[in-house]
């Protein structure tokens, strides 16, 4: 079993930026690959980000690409998202995941695990 809990979100204005992190349980988080989603009110989650267990693979969705960085502390077993210029329809729940067999993918169905997610609210 593996826990996930994220933190950092938080009320911020257009433009500005926060840092989620992900603090996972266990002893084989190196192993795992990691995922940032996000759902927003009456919207179907998406994909976010994601990165392979070492941290060399790295891919994001095209809403977030070059304003958002995923990253790896794997001895503090965290995994983090940056968040810069930050938008209005960024607004949104978020969670990260982790897929156990180290598959980076976009596809939430292939993540094992999910945290309670973290609110992120970007206002005009």
């Known amino acids: 079993q593996v826990q996930l809990v994220e933190s950092g979100g938080g009320l911020v204005q257009a433009g500005g930026s926060l840092r989620l992190s992900c603090a996972a349980s266990g002893r084989s988080f190196s192993s795992y690959a990691m995922g940032w989603f996000r759902q927003a009110p009456g919207k179907e989650r998406e994909f976010v980000a994601t990165i392979s267990w070492s941290g060399g693979f790295r891919y994001y969705a095209d809403s977030v690409k070059g304003r958002f960085t995923i990253s790896r502390d794997n001895p503090k077993n965290t995994v983090y998202l940056q968040m810069n210029s930050l938008k209005v329809e960024d607004t949104a729940v978020y969670y990260c995941?982790?897929?156990?067999?180290?598959?980076?993918?976009?596809?939430?169905?292939?993540?094992?695990?999910w945290g309670q997610g973290t609110q992120v609210t970007v206002s005009s």
């Open positions: 995941a982790s897929n156990i067999v180290g598959k980076a993918t976009t596809r939430g169905y292939e993540y094992d695990y």
